[in-house]
């Protein structure tokens, strides 16, 4: 990169076509309002890198709103308005979002509580952002266009370094530590030494807290991107003191076994969920679970509440075991397919990762159950068995879980389902009828992982 600040008319000159096309209509109905207005943020700092941007946040000084309903009349799309923050959002025929928003001072009532906001010019609202190099501006209307850079972000974008504009800014949101961390993985910048200094210190001082479960949550599943920085992350989150902020004990969960991160992610990586149909596993939750497992379930559970899980991953928390249990299990001369298939039904991708990342073996299970496992299903129901003539009763459906068993196992195939269904069936009801004799009536025995393991 030039050592001096780019040209902003080169930097526009550059832009990916459909960008430059929006923009070409955000200045036309800027100019039929009058606007003055700056494009900010993350879309900026993209440009200066000489990346292509990853959205426009549009900063419109004195009211946003006009300037949005125009816009949003002139390209026919929706448009999502914030009365109270002077902030509107459109969505792009392409799915992507537009954000404009009013130009703002802020103000910190409480830490970590969200500001009190006036209208303001922009360099006021390029003071209240989290780091230099986020603090750039390219205004766009009235000419001519200028970069604004009252903090010197240029130099600190171009060395990669993370500072703070001021000394109360990660007690006044802590989230921009967070934010930090996300720009040092995706990015590979670093926080500046007294940035990270001022980080620590407002972590041990408990910044944390003032963060609602639900803000927290997000800004962790923000944080971690991807699973190939995912151990660096979390690496990061335990050396600047914020796990300490999540719960007390997680520090040591962590330090028990600092790899356990690396490991869940390399097995996350090798797994193909989506060619499973299956949702992809979210980072931040498989890196959480696989820390905590170590945790005693008292302090899972706290950790629940603090970052108010859904129900999903609360029992997946909760049953923390699924993750550590399971692979201790997983005999490494292969246990019989209907028993692993039992043991992983019902466990979240993030489980599965964790299953995996315990051995070649556990691995290899999982894979074999995400293509082709989880995907048998009997072709015949009840109603087929009854149909036969054979009477309804329970031990209907007990053949029909014998027989789903024998297919998993590959003892028959989808052709024998019936057949193989049938003689189970009577079986059970000749063995019904010769009490004590059940075990030899075909059923497949105790379920050794069964729910809740
Ligand atoms: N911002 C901030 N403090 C926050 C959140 C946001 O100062 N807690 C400012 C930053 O200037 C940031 C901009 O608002 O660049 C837009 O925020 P956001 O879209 O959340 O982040 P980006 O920087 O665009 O990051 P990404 O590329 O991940 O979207």
């Known amino acids: 990169?030039?050592?001096?600040?780019?040209?902003?008319?080169?930097?526009?000159?550059?832009?990916?076509?459909?960008?430059?096309?929006?923009?070409?209509?955000?200045?036309?109905?800027?100019?039929?309002?009058?606007?003055?207005?700056?494009?900010?943020?993350?879309?900026?700092?993209?440009?200066?890198?000489?990346?292509?941007?990853?959205?426009?946040?549009?900063?419109?000084?004195?009211?946003?709103?006009?300037?949005?309903?125009?816009?949003?009349?002139?390209?026919?799309?929706?448009?999502?308005?914030?009365p109270r923050f002077g902030t509107a959002t459109l969505e792009l025929t392409d799915g992507s979002l537009l954000d404009l928003a009013t130009a703002r001072r802020e103000r910190y009532a409480a830490p970590g509580a969200l500001p009190e906001i006036e209208p303001s010019s922009l360099v006021d609202d390029l003071a209240r952002r989290d780091f230099t190099a986020n603090a750039l501006a390219l205004r766009l209307t009235p000419a001519p266009r200028l970069l604004l850079d009252p903090h010197r972000g240029w130099p600190d974008l171009r060395s990669g370094i993370l500072r703070v504009l001021h000394r109360a800014s990660f007690v006044d949101d802590p989230t921009r530590i967070l934010r930090g961390v996300?720009?040092?993985?995706?990015?590979?910048?670093?926080?500046?030494?007294?940035?990270?200094?001022?980080?620590?210190?407002?972590?041990?001082?408990?910044?944390?807290?003032?963060l609602s479960g639900d803000r927290l949550r997000r800004e962790l599943r923000r944080t971690c991107e991807n699973f190939e920085r995912l151990s660096f992350v979390w690496d990061r989150f335990h050396g600047l003191g914020l796990l300490a902020g999540l719960d007390p004990e997680l520090p040591t969960a962590y330090a028990t076994d600092e790899a356990a991160v690396a490991r869940v992610a390399a097995a996350a990586r090798r797994l193909d969920f989506a060619g499973a149909?299956?949702?992809?596993?979210?980072?931040?939750?498989?890196?959480?679970?696989?820390?905590?497992?170590?945790?005693?379930?008292?302090?899972?559970?706290?950790?629940?509440?603090r970052l108010d899980l859904d129900r999903t991953a609360r029992r997946a928390l909760l049953r923390g075991g699924a993750g550590a249990g399971f692979p201790r299990r997983l005999p490494a001369a292969g246990e019989s397919a209907h028993v692993?298939?039992?043991?992983?039904?019902?466990?979240?991708?993030?489980?599965?990762?964790?299953?995996?990342?315990?051995?070649?073996?556990?691995?290899?299970?999982?894979?074999?159950?995400?293509?082709?496992?989880?995907?048998?299903?009997?072709?015949?129901?009840?109603?087929?068995?009854?149909?036969?003539?054979?009477?309804?009763?329970?031990?209907?459906?007990?053949?029909?879980?014998?027989?789903?068993?024998?297919?998993?196992?590959?003892?028959?195939?989808?052709d024998d389902e019936l057949a193989f269904a049938l003689g189970v069936a009577r079986r059970v009801l000749g063995a019904e009828r010769e009490p004590g004799d059940r075990a030899a009536a075909g059923r497949t025995g105790a379920r050794p992982w069964g729910a809740g393991a």
């Not at 910048?189 to 980080?199: C, H, S």
Request: proline fraction near 7%; charge should be negative; glycine fraction near 10%.
């Open 1 to 82: 990169m030039n050592r001096s600040a780019p040209d902003p008319d080169r930097l526009l000159a550059d832009l990916p076509e459909a960008t430059g096309r929006l923009l070409a209509g955000v200045l036309a109905a800027a100019g039929r309002t009058g606007a003055e207005l700056a494009w900010a943020g993350g879309g900026i700092r993209d440009l200066l890198r000489g990346e292509p941007p990853s959205n426009v946040d549009l900063v419109v000084v004195g009211d946003a709103l006009p300037l949005a309903r125009r816009l949003a009349t002139d390209l026919d799309v929706p448009v999502k308005i914030h």
């Open 182 to 210: 996300r720009f040092e993985a995706r990015l590979g910048w670093r926080f500046e030494p007294e940035t990270e200094r001022l980080a620590r210190e407002a972590l041990s001082a408990g910044a944390l807290a003032a």
């Open 277 to 305: 149909g299956r949702p992809a596993p979210e980072p931040w939750l498989t890196a959480l679970l696989a820390i905590a497992a170590s945790m005693p379930v008292a302090a899972r559970g706290r950790l629940d509440l």
């Open 340 to 414: 692993v298939t039992q043991a992983f039904t019902g466990l979240g991708s993030e489980e599965l990762c964790l299953v995996a990342a315990a051995g070649d073996s556990a691995s290899a299970w999982v894979t074999r159950y995400l293509t082709e496992l989880s995907r048998i299903a009997l072709r015949i129901g009840g109603e087929d068995l009854v149909a036969t003539g054979l009477p309804s009763g329970p031990h209907v459906g007990e053949a029909l879980r014998a027989t789903l068993d024998a297919r998993l196992d590959g003892r028959i195939g989808a």
